[in-house]
Nanobody, 115 residues
Framework: QVHLVESGGGLVQTGGSLRLSCAASESIVSISTMGWYRQAPGKQRELVATIINGGSTNYADSVKGRFTISRDNAKNTVYLQMNSLKPEDTAVYYC?????????WGQGTQVTVSS
């Protein structure tokens, strides 16, 4: 069982920045893919960004050029640096990890961008 704990959410003005962190309960070297998803009120959960063990990344078109996902294997932590935030980025952000084809989720952290 992999436990993921997110932190770093909060309230920020349009154009501001936040950095989310996702701490894993075990070495993330053993977790093939880690990612961030988000869910806004009344909407389905959507992919934001993923990063695999080799370092390759993937981003939703809506966040390309503004968000950066990274992983620190020594700290068992994945980060999401969010710049140039927009009101439409407001959502609960969830960390996800896939290990041995099983998906694990954190509890989520709220990000609110005021206009």
């Amino acid at each position: 069982q992999v436990h993921l704990v997110e932190s770093g959410g909060g309230l920020v003005q349009t154009g501001g920045s936040l950095r989310l962190s996702c701490a894993a309960s075990e070495s993330i070297v053993s977790i093939s893919t880690m990612g961030w998803y988000r869910q806004a009120p009344g909407k389905q959960r959507e992919l934001v960004a993923t990063i695999i063990n080799g370092g390759s990344t993937n981003y939703a078109d809506s966040v390309k050029g503004r968000f950066t996902i990274s992983r620190d294997n020594a700290k068992n932590t994945v980060y999401l640096q969010m710049n140039s935030l927009k009101p439409e980025d407001t959502a609960v952000y969830y960390c996800n990890g896939i290990k041995w084809n099983r998906s694990y989720w954190g509890q989520g952290t709220q990000v609110t961008v005021s206009s």
